[in-house]
């Protein structure tokens, strides 16, 4: 179904790009044209027309914003053996769009990856969901196929499921971020609690992203301003309960976060947290893979070894080092690493 697929990237920023050097490391041939972004001299076209003519699958990566107009200008331009996916970040308007700009036509299908650059440069899971259209379940297939021939997990949603739910999800975990983001709190994370993990996380993925996704979730999702006032309520709400506490010693058992279960035993409760760590582990070790895989793709493409043996040398010493720093037995700290080192050379070649 991919054998002969042609894929061609209308936009080349920061996602586009990423997206596009995922493509280069399964093999799948592909173009370029941005009227702004640097393309590789070897994926470049000269404008679009030439990237539509080099292309049957095409990717508009384009914020939301200039969604409509691209899309316009791309449709004189497209042929029945053409298809095309979109990678905005919600789905009712650019689905509603394609439907009527492009209907019966040219195949189509909505697409919201959920991942991005700093999450493929980390090789965290990858997530996509799709929003087939009705006119080409067809489309839908052979991008469902794309995607999991890149290791991404696939969901279909209809579009208005997708947008309610990001904005219960995505736009608020930006919406607090950027407010924790205002009040200063990335400062210094290094003494913060553990349950503040996952907002840090929110807060790096904020300062990551450029400001045109904030402002597409925010106000781009149909559903997202809804959803921000019912949080400011519900805060609001929680803050009156708070400020209304007699003293700081004084019993809410309404503001209680409910308890789902009754306590566990020590014993229990510590091999719990010991597989949550294991299976954290087994996720690394999969991302270091993931990375290894990629490096030794880098060195093929210049020419150099994929063995390295000086770098290994040097990374077991800096690993023992590190252990020693930690409190921990060097030598078994290396041994460890050993493993890892074989099971990274067994993907690089």
Same mark, same amino acid.
């Given at each position: ?28 041939? #592909? +173009?370029? #044209? ?10 470049? =076209? ?42 905005? !970040? ?58 999991? !021939?890149?290791? !991404? ?14 904005? *219960? =999800? ?6 607090? &971020? +950027? ?11 290094? #003494? &913060? ?8 996380? !929110?807060?790096?993925?904020? +300062?990551?992203?450029?400001?045109? *996704? ?21 805060? =609001?709400?929680?803050?009156?309960? *708070?400020?209304? &506490? ?6 809410? =058992? ?38 290894? &895989? ?5 060195? +093929? ?20 080092? #590190? ?27």
């Amino acid at each position: 179904m991919l054998q002969d697929i042609q894929i061609g990237f209308l936009g080349y920023g920061r996602f586009g790009a990423a997206f596009a050097a995922l493509m280069d490391e399964r093999g799948y041939p #592909w +173009r370029a #044209w941005d009227p702004v972004a640097a393309v590789p001299e070897a994926h470049a =076209t000269a404008d679009a027309d030439a990237l539509v003519t080099s292309s049957n699958l095409i990717v508009i990566a384009v914020p939301v914003s200039s969604f409509e107009t691209v899309l316009r200008d791309l449709r004189p331009k497209l042929s029945a053996r053409h298809r095309v996916m979109d990678v905005c !970040s919600v789905k009712q308007g650019p689905c509603k769009l394609m439907d009527e700009i492009l209907g019966t036509d040219i195949g189509h299908v909505g697409c919201h990856p959920l991942f991005g650059p700093l999450s493929i440069a980390r090789a965290e899971p990858l997530r996509t969901v799709l929003c087939p259209s009705e006119l080409h379940p067809e489309t839908a297939r052979l991008v469902r196929v794309l995607f999991e !021939s890149l290791g !991404s997990e696939v969901r279909e949603q209809e579009p208005s499921s997708h947008d309610r739910y990001m904005a *219960l =999800t995505h736009a608020m975990a930006f919406f607090i &971020a +950027r407010g924790l983001l205002d009040l200063g709190v990335d400062k210094d994370l290094h #003494w &913060a609690p553990p349950s503040f993990a996952a907002l840090a996380a !929110s807060i790096a993925a904020v +300062r990551s992203d450029a400001g045109h *996704l904030f402002n597409a979730i925010q106000l781009e999702n149909p559903y997202a301003a809804a959803t921000r006032q019912g949080l400011i309520e519900s805060l =609001t709400l929680i803050d009156q309960r *708070l400020s209304k &506490a007699p003293d700081h010693g004084a019993s809410m =058992t309404e503001m209680n976060i409910p308890d789902f279960g009754q306590p566990t035993p020590a014993l229990r409760e510590v091999r719990e947290h010991i597989d949550e760590l294991d299976h954290e582990l087994i996720a690394l070790l999969q991302r270091r893979s993931e990375l290894s &895989a990629r490096a030794g793709h880098a060195k +093929r493409a210049v020419g150099s070894p994929v063995l390295d043996p000086g770098r290994e040398v040097e990374l077991m010493r800096q690993r023992g080092d #590190w252990a020693e720093q930690s409190g921990l037995p060097s030598d078994v700290v290396q041994a460890i690493f050993r493993q890892i080192m074989a099971m990274s050379r067994r993907v690089q070649v």
